[in-house]
């Protein structure tokens, strides 16, 4: 079922119809709008408290790609593998390659790139389809750094194998899960109930 992303604006005094009423207050009573002064002192506490809500490492950036603020799991990305996080920041590639990108509209020269974790949301689904599909420990290994989209190379670099014993393992993948290409086998991957 596709998701239809929707957004909503509601201004300071306007009613949200989807709030329930607060009974505590008179029904003309509206929210004051807070001064320039304190806007400026609240601002960097509330969005810090958003940005950490935010499961994913996020950050908001100045264009063209300088990280302005990142929450916890952001910083930690870029404490252990700064470069690495710099460029996939500047990638323009659509989720789950690439980041979730925001656009701020009173700020268009910011905006809130979301990082989707792979590694992290590829090993949370490999122990269910592992015991599904009825994977060995290396084909285990294989399929989490395959269903990141990496290549045959670099999953043989990251594993300490050669090649052809990724090509291997990826036809034994094949085979066990019953798909007809590579494409078809990571698909199953990130789609199987498990």
């Known amino acids: 079922m596709a998701r239809r992303n929707t957004r909503r604006r509601i201004s300071a005094g306007e009613p949200d119809s989807d709030a329930p009423p607060d009974l505590g207050q008179a029904q003309d009573a509206h929210v004051p709008t807070p001064d320039a002064a304190e806007l400026d002192r609240i601002a960097p506490a509330a969005l810090a408290a958003a940005l950490e809500a935010i499961p994913s490492p996020a950050f908001v950036l100045r264009q063209p790609g300088a990280v302005l603020h990142a929450n916890e799991r952001g910083r930690a990305m870029l404490a252990a593998e700064h470069d690495r996080v710099k460029t996939f920041l500047h990638n323009l590639s659509p989720p789950p390659r690439g980041p979730s990108r925001y656009a701020l509209d009173d700020a268009p020269e910011h905006q809130l790139v979301v990082v989707h974790d792979l590694e992290r949301d590829a090993r949370a689904r490999l122990a269910a389809v592992t015991r ?38 990826v036809s034994a993948l094949l085979a066990k899960t019953r798909c007809a290409s590579r494409s078809q086998l990571v698909a199953s991957f990130w789609t199987d109930p498990g």
């Open 132 to 169: 599904r599909w009825g994977l060995t420990p290396r084909q285990s290994a294989v399929l989490e750094l395959v269903a990141q989209g990496d290549s045959n190379r670099t999953v043989a670099g990251r594993l300490g194998c050669s090649e052809k014993t990724v090509e291997l393992h």
